[in-house]
C-alpha cells in the first residue's frame, strides 16, 4: 500500500453559489480538482436577523487536496478568485495531511504507461 504524506489540504468556506469560480481558479494554479460540501453558518460579518429570528448563511466548504510544493500557488488563485482579503467573503485554511491513500493518479501520474484519467 503506498501512503503518501507530501500533500496538504486547503479547505475554503465561501457563500454558495461561488465554488465553481474558486474550483475553477485553483485548478488553473494546479489542483486536480475540489470537493465541495453543503454547509452553514455565520461570521462575525454575516450576523443577520429577520423578524429577530437569526439566519444561518448557507455555505460551500470547499476541500482540496494538493502537493504541498503547491499549497502558496494554489492557496493564492483561491483568495483572488474568491476576494477573501475583503471581511465576510470566506476564509481559508491549510491543513497538514498526514497520510493519503487513493490518490495513485496524484502520486504516480503514469499507471501502466498510460496517463491516469478522471
Given at each position: 500500500?503506498?501512503?503518501?504524506?507530501?500533500?496538504?489540504?486547503i479547505i475554503t468556506i465561501i457563500k454558495k453559489g461561488r465554488s465553481e469560480k474558486i474550483i475553477d481558479a485553483a485548478k488553473k494554479a494546479g489542483a486536480r480538482g475540489g470537493t465541495i460540501i453543503n454547509g452553514r453558518g455565520v461570521g462575525i460579518h454575516e450576523q443577520k436577523k429577520i423578524l429577530g429570528i437569526p439566519i444561518e448563511p448557507e455555505k460551500e466548504i470547499i476541500l482540496t487536496l494538493i502537493h504541498r510544493d503547491k499549497v502558496d500557488t494554489v492557496l493564492q488563485a483561491i483568495v483572488e478568485?474568491?476576494?477573501?482579503?475583503?471581511?465576510?467573503?470566506?476564509?481559508?485554511?491549510?491543513?497538514?495531511?498526514?497520510?493519503?491513500?487513493?490518490?495513485?493518479?496524484?502520486?504516480?501520474?503514469?499507471?501502466?504507461?498510460?496517463?491516469?484519467?478522471?
Open positions: 500500500m503506498n501512503m503518501s504524506h507530501d500533500h496538504k489540504l478568485a474568491g476576494n477573501l482579503n475583503k471581511p465576510g467573503t470566506g476564509i481559508g485554511f491549510v491543513l497538514d495531511v498526514e497520510k493519503v491513500v487513493g490518490i495513485v493518479c496524484l502520486v504516480e501520474p503514469f499507471l501502466d504507461g498510460k496517463v491516469c484519467q478522471e
